[in-house]
C-alpha cells in the first residue's frame, strides 16, 4: 500500500505538481522508494515513518507550500516534542510549552544530540528550511531529536531528554477590541476557519470605521482563502486610493488530476455562504478549468475579473491610520493581502519579513483512504521563482521588529504599533 501512495506522489511532483518543469531532477525518488521497499519487506513501516520518508523527499523541491499528512483520525503516531521555540544568539528559546510542562518558557537550548545549535543550524539547513537563522523552521528536526541541553531560568545547564506526546489541538485565535480609546484591534489567525473570520470582521467592520486608528495582527497566519479578507480592503484605503498594483501573469497546470481536485474544491465552496467576490472568482476559476482541462500549463489573465472587483471599491476617511502585525509564520493568502494593502498611503507594515512562497500557488489536495493526503500547488507565476523579490525571503515589512527573548516578556511588535500610533498623534 505505502508504495503505491508513493509512486503516486512521484506522478503528482513530477506531472501535476505546479513546480514540475523548473525544478525537474531536483528529486531523488528512488533514494526513498527504496527504504519504503525494504521497510514494508520487514513489516516494520507506519504511517509515523511513511509520513516522515514522503516529506523528507518532498524537502527536494524547496517549496513550504507541498506537504503530506495522516490523519489523526485514524492515527496516534503524529507525535510532537511538546514545544515550540525560536532562534536568537546561536540559541534556541522556549516559546510554547503546551504538552512540555518540565521546560518553562524562556528556557535556553543550547545543543541537540550533542550539536550546538550552530552546528545544527549550519548541517541541517535542508529540513530547517533554510539558512537564514532567524527564518529557519526547528519543529520537525525537534520532534524527532532525543535530547538536548538547555539553561534554565536560574542559569543551571541541564540535559534532558525529550518525550514524544499526542499532539493537543490549540484554537486558533480570532479577536476583536478597542485596545485604547481611537485604536482598534483584530487579530486572525488563519484564513481556513471561514465561519470564524466572517463572524469577526462581521462583528468589527462598522466599529473600526468608527476609530482613527487600526492594528490587524496577522502574525502567523498560515494563509487559506484570500477572498475573506475582501470585506477589510476598502478600510485599509484612504478616499480615492485603491489597490493598483497589477497581478503578475500566473500559469495553471491544468491536467486532469488537477482539473478534478480543484473542480471539487469549487463545488465544496459553493455549498458554503459565501459572499458576491468569491462567487466571481468561482466562477472565473471553474471557467478556466473546465475550457483547458488536460492542456498543462495555461497563462491566466486576471486583469478583467481584477477590474469587476473593484468597479465600486471605495476606501474610507476612517481609520486614518493602519497598522499590519506580519512575521515569518505569516503566509500565503495573508502575503497576498499585504502585498495589495502595502499600496495604501494609511499603512505601515511591522514586524519580520513574510515566509514568501507564494511562487507556486493555488493548493489542491489528494486524498488516499480518507486517511493519507498530499497537499500541493497547482499554479506558478510566469516568471521563474528564483528571480522573484519575495521568494524565500519574503514582504519586508516598513519598520523591522528583530525577536530577541524580551518578546518572551512582552509583545514588542505592539509596543512599536502604538508608538507610531502616538507619534501621529502628536505630529
Not at 476609530?211 to 487559506?224: A, E, S
Not at 500557488?361 to 507565476?381: F, G, H, Q, T
Amino acid at each position: 500500500m505505502f508504495k503505491e501512495i508513493f509512486n503516486e506522489i512521484i506522478t503528482i511532483t513530477n506531472h501535476d505538481y505546479a513546480g514540475c518543469v523548473d525544478k525537474e531532477g531536483w528529486d531523488r525518488p528512488d533514494k526513498y522508494l527504496n527504504k519504503i521497499e525494504l521497510l514494508e519487506k520487514e513489516n516494520t513501516l507506519d504511517d509515523m515513518t511513511f509520513s516522515q520518508l514522503v516529506n523528507e523527499y518532498l524537502l527536494d523541491f524547496n517549496d513550504k507550500h507541498i506537504y503530506f499528512t495522516v490523519n489523526q483520525a485514524y492515527t496516534s503516531h503524529n507525535k510532537t516534542c511538546g514545544f515550540r521555540v525560536k532562534w536568537y544568539d546561536d540559541a534556541l528559546y522556549v516559546i510554547t510549552n503546551i504538552e512540555e510542562k518540565s521546560l518553562k518558557i524562556g528556557d535556553k537550548i543550547i545543543s541537540i544530540d550533542g550539536k550546538t545549535i550552530k552546528e545544527t543550524s549550519e548541517s541541517e539547513e535542508k529540513i530547517l528550511r533554510g539558512s537564514i537563522k532567524e527564518r529557519q523552521q526547528w519543529e520537525t528536526l525537534l520532534n524527532y531529536a532525543k535530547s538536548i541541553e538547555y539553561v534554565n531560568g536560574q542559569n543551571e545547564i541541564k540535559t534532558f531528554t525529550l518525550e514524544k506526546y499526542d499532539i493537543q489541538k490549540t484554537e486558533a485565535i480570532f479577536e476583536n477590541y478597542l485596545m485604547e480609546e481611537n485604536i482598534y484591534y483584530i487579530k486572525i489567525s488563519n484564513l481556513t476557519e471561514q465561519q470564524k473570520v466572517e463572524n469577526l470582521l462581521k462583528g468589527s467592520i462598522e466599529d473600526i470605521k468608527k476609530n482613527k486608528n487600526l492594528i490587524v495582527d496577522l502574525r502567523g497566519n498560515g494563509g487559506g482563502n484570500a477572498t475573506l479578507l475582501s470585506p477589510l480592503e476598502p478600510i485599509m484605503f484612504a478616499v480615492g486610493e485603491k489597490p493598483n498594483t497589477e497581478l503578475q501573469p500566473r500559469l495553471f497546470n491544468c491536467t486532469e488530476r488537477n482539473a478534478d481536485l480543484f473542480l471539487k474544491i469549487c463545488n465544496q465552496v459553493r455549498h458554503l455562504e459565501v459572499d458576491s467576490n468569491t462567487k466571481k472568482m468561482l466562477d472565473f476559476a471553474e471557467n478556466i478549468f473546465k475550457h483547458n482541462t488536460g492542456k498543462g500549463f495555461v497563462e491566466v489573465d486576471f486583469s478583467q475579473i481584477l477590474e469587476t472587483l473593484q468597479k465600486d471599491f471605495k476606501g474610507t476617511s476612517k481609520p486614518e491610520k493602519v497598522i499590519i502585525l506580519m512575521d515569518e509564520y505569516t503566509a500565503s493568502a495573508a502575503e497576498s493581502f499585504i502585498e495589495v494593502c502595502a499600496e495604501s498611503s494609511k499603512v505601515t507594515t511591522v514586524g519580520r519579513s513574510t515566509m514568501g512562497i507564494n511562487d507556486y500557488s493555488d493548493l489542491v489536495m489528494m486524498e488516499w483512504e480518507n486517511k493519507y493526503a498530499l497537499s500541493y500547488p497547482i499554479s506558478k507565476l510566469k516568471s521563474q521563482s528564483t528571480y522573484h523579490s519575495t521568494f524565500g525571503t519574503g514582504i519586508k515589512p516598513d519598520i523591522y521588529i528583530k525577536w530577541t527573548p524580551e518578546f518572551v516578556l512582552k509583545d514588542k511588535d505592539i509596543e512599536k504599533a502604538l508608538e507610531l500610533i502616538q507619534q501621529k498623534v502628536n505630529s
